[in-house]
């Protein structure tokens, strides 16, 4: 053997040992989706339209605070949209201070001025921002939230080409139905002013607005298991965001029945201690998801912590201190797809994939023997090996077999022998025309290369449109299908080249090969 | 072995216009279903509620629309799968066809998922609904966790309920996904206090849902963009690949090849009324990929013997071409079609949809590079010509 075979077999022996150490132990390092071991798979959106109408809320109230802190006089500041503000009034003395301020404090918005009125609108960018951030914010919720839950190897992952869903495959599901509430809990926990309430109906409520309620008031709902139930009319905006929530806890009221304890952050204290010190003796209410929680008059300054009241179980106590430990979602979620797959249907799945891959590799096996003969070992050798790698860097990059995949799999064998054929066919025309063994194989493998190079390639390439374009199980057809063809590229060309080196190479006269 | 002893001398190029009326009738044909029919297009596009359910008694189509049709929804698409006593059933029906009034409002998903509660309540009999009312869970219903949680409940020490939960369930990774009676559960090593328990709490249901799906109606409505804008990048794809590596000319017709080869597999779902999912837009973004391989295979000779066949006509040339690549592009195709026959015969209901796309796409694929490829060369042969004397 010269010096360059033997590293081209070191090289071979090398794949085959890496593919073989990745792959083992086969249970531990091949990963079933969803749609073959069962379970329970979800795609939510994010409704990031919502995130972004609480933060200009924020933006608002900031706002307003600093025009009076400058005192500027303005009619009124609200809210247009879920990324524009309008500041109406007589502005125009004091147009060099608000466009001071606006330079100041809010880099993050463009502004027009117009004489009696002010528009904000939110940069585009800081907007994308936002919403990329929301999205991240419920990622992670949602993940504290399983993992604490205990689900076993779930899958929380953007997902869309906006980005703004997530994909939850929770494999094996105990209760979808309690899982699924957990999730869905925005645990979206507001301090807002109460204006009035509560009342018995909405209408009763709307009566003193005239049936037209101002665009910064809102009526929420009671929470009808803690309060009476009926309406309040609160303030659209919040006092302290969810997400300036430190910790929450089980905690007792000064009678002793359950309740919630939190804390804030140093940023939600300040907002909080300012708010509660200018309020003192109206009332306060907390939301959770929007339903009112509980309604409790301002008694004195309150900064770092304190306490929900309300008519609560120890488990509800329980159940709500989890979702607020795991954060709150920075905006609602809507569900958009759910399957759930039962035990035995994943179980048929697999059986039926495993037979028609069997199915496929012996029918191709077959052929290239029958049709190419001892270059039909040859090139069941390199299928063969290109299934090992094929699963190798599966593994390795961890990931998750479902029925497409298989799918993915089968078709791999069929393609892979292909670049074979490619060769063997070119071969066969070189010997026809007269060449040597030696020369024709050559020659074969060379001419045959760009060929399949190329044709790979646009199957590589449709491949990358159809990972970009598919969810979940749809990926994992198209990654399979792409290292299927990589793999093939190196077992086809290199190690079936190798092989017929291995045979034909050493002998001194080769006046015919089997092809 | 060869199945041409030498190369083949066919006339391909001149049998062109038969080729093109074919393929043109094929299509007109499929484009007269589309605008007639439709496409049958699965929740992943329609949106809706899809059920897949197992049932012990022999069951007919008839017998189980007369099921559903006590809950109003006799008019679900009800699919039996090939001989077994299993059926997919569709349906896109909201709350207000239930009679169960709509004045929550919610989220569609929530209206399907109540939607898959009544046909659950649709499918039981008069027997099963009496045990459900009396608080005995359907161990052939029931998730693994929830009937170990039912087992620790009543007394039975968590190892043994975990242990009887998941013998439970290896019974319900049989073919049919039921458990047919109580012994079954004993013969499976589930202790006596627990089969005591269960004889008297729990019973076994006469049908289990094997997967239930629900998808919101704006999924489809973007995935339905997404689907065609892939299969417009992936075209557009091919053709800059090959414009690139050959000629603009040769990348018009691979892509005219190509387009072909997906209004074919199309017309086909719809003559057999595939239904339209994201696996059959995966099969046809796999043809576009696929089917190209042949045509590549047969410029690049074409380009060798365009240098080496000076003095021939063009229509030479690419008969020349075609016959001495035509066992390749039968072979390359055969072994794919062999490997994606298993999977249509052998895979199961659930990827036949992806299997028999796949099956019109390469049989399509291989057709249309053989007679059509080249031929739309020799169509612009003017150009064509012109092109490479320059």
């Not at chain 1, 300040?270 to 109206?282: L, M, P, R, S, V």
Request: charged content about 25%.
């Amino acid at each position: 053997m010269d010096k360059s075979m033997t590293w081209k077999v070191g090289l071979i022996v090398a794949v085959i040992a890496l593919s073989i150490w990745l792959l083992w132990p086969l249970d531990k390092k091949i990963n079933l989706g969803l749609d073959l071991k069962g379970g329970m798979h979800l795609i939510m959106e994010v409704v990031t339209d919502e995130a972004l109408t609480i933060q200009t809320d924020m933006s608002v109230t900031q706002l307003k605070g600093l025009l009076k802190d400058g005192s500027i006089k303005y009619e009124k500041i609200v809210r247009k949209g879920f990324n524009k503000i309008e500041i109406t009034g007589s502005l125009l003395d004091d147009e060099r201070k608000i466009k001071d301020i606006l330079d100041d404090d809010f880099r993050d918005w463009t502004y027009t001025v117009g004489g009696n009125l002010i528009s904000l609108a939110l940069r585009p960018n800081i907007e994308q921002q936002l919403r990329d951030q929301s999205v991240d914010q419920a990622l992670e919720t949602i993940r504290n939230r399983v993992d604490e839950f205990g689900v076993a190897e779930p899958t929380i992952q953007k997902e869309g080409m906006a980005g703004d869903k997530l994909l939850i495959d929770l494999p094996g599901i105990d209760n979808p139905e309690r899982v699924k509430s957990l999730i869905k809990s925005t645990a979206m926990l507001e301090f807002r002013q109460v204006i009035s309430g509560p009342f018995l109906t909405e209408e009763a409520a709307l009566k003193d607005y005239n049936g037209q309620l101002p665009d910064d008031l809102e009526i929420v709902k009671t929470n009808p298991r803690r309060l009476d139930k009926g309406f309040y009319v609160l303030k659209a905006a919040t006092v302290v965001p969810g997400k300036d929530l430190k910790s929450a806890r089980r905690a007792q009221d000064e009678y002793g029945a359950p309740a919630v304890g939190f804390s804030f952050n140093s940023q939600g204290a300040a907002q909080f201690e300012k708010f509660t010190a200018a309020n003192i003796g109206k009332q306060l209410s907390i939301v959770l998801d929007d339903r009112i929680e509980s309604v409790a008059t301002i008694q004195d300054v309150i900064a770092g912590d304190g306490i929900i009241h309300g008519r609560f179980t120890i488990d509800e106590v329980d159940d709500i201190v989890l979702v607020l430990r795991s954060g709150a979602l920075p905006a609602p979620l809507k569900y958009i797809e759910e399957r759930t797959i039962g035990p035995s249907l994943g179980a048929d799945s697999i059986r039926k994939g495993l037979m028609a891959c069997l199915g496929g590799l012996v029918l191709v096996v077959a052929f290239m023997l029958v049709y190419y003969r001892a270059a039909g070992i040859n090139s069941v050798l390199a299928l063969l090996l290109n299934m090992l790698i094929l699963m190798g860097i599966m593994a390795y990059f961890k990931a998750t077999l479902s029925m497409p995949g298989i799918a993915g799999i089968i078709l791999s064998i069929g393609m892979a022998v292909d670049a074979n054929v490619l060769v063997f066919e070119r071969i066969r025309e070189e010997l026809n025309l007269g060449k040597s063994p030696k020369s024709a194989i050559d020659a074969g493998f060379k001419k045959a290369f760009w060929t399949i190079f190329d044709a790979n390639l646009t199957t590589v390439i449709s491949a990358v449109f159809l990972f970009q374009f598919g969810t979940g199980p749809i990926k994992g057809f198209a990654v399979t299908l792409i290292i299927g063809i990589a793999a093939s590229m190196f077992t086809a060309i290199f190690v079936s080249r190798v092989i017929f080196d291995l045979t034909y190479g050493r002998r001194k006269k080769l006046s015919k090969i089997s092809i | 072995m060869k199945i041409f002893k030498e190369e083949p001398k066919i006339k391909f190029i001149n049998k062109r216009f038969y080729a093109f009326a074919l393929s043109g009738l094929i299509i007109l044909a499929g484009v007269a279903m589309f605008f007639t029919r439709g496409f049958n297009m699965g929740i992943d596009f329609s949106g809706g509620t899809m059920i897949e359910v197992s049932l012990r008694e022999n069951t007919s189509v008839q017998q189980l629309r007369n099921m559903l049709a006590k809950i109003n929804l006799g008019d679900a698409q009800i699919t039996q799968i090939g001989g077994e006593n299993k059926f997919f059933i569709k349906t896109l029906a909201s709350l207000k066809k239930l009679n169960l009034g709509n004045s929550m409002k919610m989220e569609d998903i929530e209206e399907y998922e109540i939607v898959a509660r009544e046909i659950r309540n649709g499918i039981m009999d008069a027997a099963e609904r009496e045990q459900a009312a009396a608080g005995k869970i359907d161990l052939n219903n029931t998730a693994e966790g929830e009937i170990a949680r039912f087992l620790r409940d009543k007394g039975i020490a968590d190892e043994d309920a975990k242990e009887s939960a998941r013998l439970a369930i290896g019974l319900r990774k049989s073919k049919t996904g039921i458990i047919g009676d109580f012994s079954a559960l004993e013969k499976a090593g589930v202790k006596h206090r627990v089969m005591d328990l269960l004889r008297s709490s729990a019973y076994l249901g006469k049908f289990t849902f094997l997967s239930v799906e629900f998808v919101g109606p704006q999924v489809g409505k973007e995935l339905r963009r997404k689907a065609a804008l892939a299969c417009i990048w992936a075209l557009i794809g091919m053709l800059v690949y090959i414009a690139f590596r050959f000629k603009f000319l040769y990348g018009l017709s691979g892509i005219l090849t190509l387009a072909h080869d997906v209004l074919i597999a199309l017309s086909f779902i719809l003559f057999f009324n595939i239904e339209m999912s994201l696996q059959v837009i995966a099969a046809i973004l796999t043809i576009v990929g696929y089917s190209i391989n042949d045509t590549i295979v047969i410029f690049d000779r074409l380009r060798d013997n365009l240098k080496i066949m000076k003095k021939d006509d063009l229509e030479a040339i690419l008969d020349k071409s075609l016959n001495q690549t035509l066992s390749r592009s039968i072979f390359t195709s055969l072994t794919v079609f062999l490997t994606v026959m298993s999977l249509f015969l052998f895979g199961g209901e659930v990827i036949r949809p992806f299997a028999f796309t796949m099956l019109v796409g390469v049989l399509a694929g291989s057709y249309s590079t053989i007679y059509q490829s080249c031929a739309w060369l020799k169509v612009w042969e003017k150009y064509f010509l012109k092109r490479k004397k320059s």
